[in-house]
C-alpha cells in the first residue's frame, strides 16, 4: 500500500466547494505533521497548509487563508482540506505529505518525507 493516498479530485465552478482527502494509513513512519501542496501548470509547487500532529496547530498559506480549512480524523492518519469560495486561480495538482518537520519547515517541501501522487483541482465556469 502507498504510503499517502489522495482522494477528493474535482471540477467545481467558481465560489463552489470541493474537500480533499489524504489517508496516511500505510506510512510507516513516525508523522509529526501533514501538509497540503499544490502545482499549477508550469509553476512550482507551493505551500497551501499543514497540520501539526502535536497540539493540532494549523498553518496556511496566504492566498487560501479564510478560505481553506485543514483537518485531521480524529480515529485514524488521514487529514482532509476543505475548500471554500474556490477561483479560478486555485486550479492545480493538489498533493499530500507527511513527515517530521521542524517549525522552521512546517511550510516548505524539504520538511516532508512523502508524498501522494496529486489530485486534480480544477475551478472553471
Known amino acids: 500500500q502507498a504510503p499517502l493516498v489522495e482522494s477528493g479530485e474535482g471540477l467545481v465552478q467558481p465560489g463552489g466547494s470541493l474537500t480533499l482527502s489524504c489517508s496516511a494509513s500505510?506510512?510507516?513512519?513516525?508523522?509529526?505533521?501533514m501538509a497540503w501542496f499544490r502545482q499549477a501548470p508550469g509553476l512550482e509547487r507551493k505551500f497551501v497548509a499543514a497540520?501539526?500532529?502535536?497540539?493540532?496547530?494549523?498553518y496556511y498559506a496566504d492566498s487560501v487563508s479564510g478560505r481553506f480549512s485543514i483537518s485531521k480524523d480524529k480515529t485514524s492518519r488521514a487529514i482532509f482540506l476543505q475548500m471554500n469560495d474556490l477561483k479560478p486561480e486555485d486550479t492545480a495538482v493538489y498533493y499530500c505529505?507527511?513527515?517530521?518537520?521542524?517549525?522552521?519547515?512546517?511550510?516548505?517541501?524539504?520538511?516532508?518525507?512523502?508524498w501522494g501522487q496529486g489530485t486534480q483541482v480544477t475551478v472553471s465556469s
Open positions: 505529505a507527511a513527515g517530521r518537520p521542524i517549525l522552521s519547515s512546517i511550510r516548505t517541501e524539504g520538511g516532508y518525507t512523502s
Open positions: 500505510g506510512a510507516t513512519f513516525e508523522i509529526g505533521a
Open positions: 497540520f501539526r500532529w502535536n497540539g493540532g496547530r494549523q
